[in-house]
């Protein structure tokens, strides 16, 4: 398929909807900024308070309007709720490649499932929708339940980028590299994803 940015795409199973984020979602996100400022300690890019957030949002849509991102929010369907959003960035359709990230979900949300459904929509997609011969993920090397998450549906670690980044606090952060290949997709991981779900 021609991916197009400006289509609204709607990943969905009997678990949680994934619809493209809209500045107007700042509604549906802000009691997350303003309960969870956690949520954003290991963020590259921090939505902690309510301008934050519109900023957040505001960079996300101009990065799918300059056709580089794609950016979710995320629905939880047993709870019928907001839970937070995820994307793809750094999509480069000519190396059939992008990454899979600025993943957040509140609290509640956290260890229920909701992960991995989401990224069995989202790798499903990216495989084999848009033809995508690698998915990379990348996070704060601190950040132990991230990439254990990120292992736990078979991605593969890579490296280190060291010291590619800054966090919040102004301390540069080291950040590790996992992928899956379209290969692997196929071969194992998304019958392991769905074993899961």
Not at 125 to 146: I, L, P, T, W, Y
Not at 175 to 181: G, V
Request: positive net charge; glycine residues 4%.
């Amino acid at each position: 398929m021609d991916f197009d940015f400006n289509k609204k795409y709607i990943l969905e199973n009997e678990s949680v909807i994934l619809r493209p984020l809209e500045f107007s979602d700042v509604e549906n996100l802000i009691a997350f900024s303003i309960n969870e400022p956690e949520l954003w300690h290991y963020s590259l890019l921090p939505a902690s308070n309510e301008n934050e957030l519109k900023n957040y949002l505001k960079v996300a849509l101009e990065k799918r309007k300059n056709k580089v991102d794609y950016p979710f929010l995320v629905f939880d369907k047993k709870t019928n709720s907001y839970a937070g959003s995820t994307r793809f960035y750094d999509i480069q359709l000519s190396n059939k490649t992008l990454q899979l990230g600025y993943t957040w979900y509140g609290k509640d949300y956290q260890g229920t499932g909701l992960n991995k459904n989401c990224k069995y929509l989202l790798l499903e997609f990216a495989f084999e929708k848009m033809n995508m011969e690698r998915v990379e993920f990348r996070a704060d090397n601190a950040n132990k339940k991230s990439i254990a998450a990120m292992q736990s549906i078979g991605c593969q670690i890579e490296g280190i980028l060291r010291s590619n980044g800054v966090r919040p606090n102004g301390e540069r952060r080291d950040s590790i590299i996992l992928s899956i290949l379209k290969q692997e997709w196929k071969n194992s991981v998304k019958e392991n994803i769905l074993k899961r779900l």
